[in-house]
């Protein structure tokens, strides 16, 4: 069975003036509806999120590495932060181990959930440390469940610490947070 349609329409197309110039691109004038771009007042809702920055005196562990005799690189001091959003303020997020291997330092942190009956609201939470070593480069982990946010794109969410490379969890262990 088949079907055959035929269907024509018709149209006109606006009236166009191009002036060209040689060596250059035509200029089109289409004639069209006039438009006018400005601004108007409305009232609208807008959530508005008040961030308080409070200077605070905290505990920070330094991690001072010295190299072998005839490494002639540079030592500059680093603090390495690792930071994620999370749905609510009752986790914890903490640096637990920094692995060396080459010109690579490997930041492992475990983010535990503390209180379940925490109101929710998206907040982030962090640990940093600060190392003085030559320029590495820094490859962070997360021990944990990632949580939704788009925040948490940038750090490697795993189980377990067995879960890393074995080439990493045979590396020098540089820190191990206290117990």
């Given at each position: ?21 040689e060596?250059?691109?035509?200029e ?37 590495v ?10 500059v001091?680093?603090t ?100």
């Amino acid at each position: 069975m088949g079907c055959e349609v035929d269907q024509t329409q018709q149209g006109e197309l606006p009236d166009v003036d191009v002036d060209v110039e040689e060596g250059a691109l035509p200029e089109y004038d289409v004639e069209w509806a006039d438009v006018d771009v400005g601004t108007t007042e409305r009232t609208v809702t807008v959530p508005k999120l008040v961030v308080v920055m409070e200077e605070e005196t905290v505990s920070v562990p330094v991690i001072d590495v010295s190299m072998p005799e005839g490494d002639d690189r540079e030592i500059v001091e680093r603090t390495l932060t690792v930071e994620t959003e999370v749905p609510h303020a009752g986790y914890d997020l903490s640096i637990e181990h920094v692995f060396a291997e080459e010109n690579r330092v490997h930041v492992i942190a475990r983010l535990t959930e503390n209180r379940t009956d925490a109101p929710p609201q998206q907040v982030r939470v962090s640990d940093r440390l600060v190392i003085n070593a030559p320029d590495t480069d820094v490859r962070y982990y997360i021990v944990g469940a990632r949580p939704e946010g788009v925040h948490n794109d940038q750090y490697e969410f795993i189980d377990t610490v067995d879960a890393l490379p074995m080439d990493i969890r045979d590396a020098r262990e540089i820190y191990s947070a206290p117990s």
